[in-house]
């Protein structure tokens, strides 16, 4: 009787239109109160909520409950809150990893502290997190800020893959149509992590740098064979109507481009190698 209870008070003050934020993180001692739907429509509404501290606190929940991931409009607004251009927004999510190391494992989080690294406003903060948590550098996108960062007081002696190798060789991989007359970059135009903007006009040298960059989030350059970037696409896809969580290794939502060993899987392979040449 007690327990109904609680659940009916985390249920109203969550869905009370003066609900503070610890009301969110009251949602996880109910989980089966995200199965509802109001709950979960609340939750998409604070995703781009205006109020800072209502933003953070949906974001908070979404870390701590990826089954909220399984409703499709979430996960759309949650992903977007590591790509969008506020830098406020992004700095809540920064400030929230900085307070918990579990949150530092999401490869959304990892993307966008390399992606910090290179933005003023978000620079410092990036910089401490990468201190406090020395292991992150050991990625080869945040290597590959560090490396550029000017007056880095965050040694990195990683060797990375060959830039040139990408461009002459990798690049035209992305562009290439596979299953259903779609490339790489039709899918991941604005994904969370390995984002591929279309090449535009005049910017072709600035997008292949940045393709690179953001290419360079999903290598293992330990055991190359175990790059996310090998493995997805020779997933196949979900079955109907399933959602694929961040990192997952047995689906790929672009289906299988290419099996392993095929020529497309081996130019990758081997242009990953290059960073222990």
Known sequence: ????????????????????ASAFLGLLSFPQLLEER???????????????????????????????????SIKRRFDNAFVGYNPTKKQAILELAQENEAFLQDLRVISLISDALRNEQLQELAV??????????????IAEALMNLPGSPIKVDT??????IFTENVEAIFQKLGPEEK???????????????PIEGGRA?????????????????????NSLL?????LPAPPPGTLIHTGDRTN??????????????????????????
């Open 128 to 141: 401490t997190i990468v201190k406090q948590e020395q292991r992150l550098k050991e990625n080869p996108a």
């Open 183 to 197: 490339s790489c970059i039709d899918c991941h135009k604005s994904h969370p992590i390995l984002r591929l903007r």
């Open 38 to 72: 109001p709950i979960q429509m609340k939750v998409f509404r604070s995703l781009s909520s205006g109020n800072q501290t209502i933003f953070r606190a949906a974001i908070e929940l979404c870390l701590k409950a990826p089954q909220l991931e399984e409703m499709p």
């Open 159 to 164: 060797k990375l893959p060959s830039f040139d």
């Open 1 to 20: 009787m007690v327990a109904a209870q609680d659940e009916t008070e985390a249920r109203q003050s969550f869905l009370a239109q003066s609900a503070e």
């Open 252 to 277: 790929h939502s672009g289906d299988t481009h290419w099996g392993k060993g095929s020529p497309s899987y081996q130019t990758l392979l081997d242009w990953i190698r290059t960073a222990q040449q």
């Open 230 to 234: 090998l493995l997805k696409p020779t």
């Open 205 to 225: 040298g600035e997008r292949i740098q940045e393709h690179y960059r953001n290419t360079l989030r999903v290598l293992d350059l330990k055991e190359p064979e």
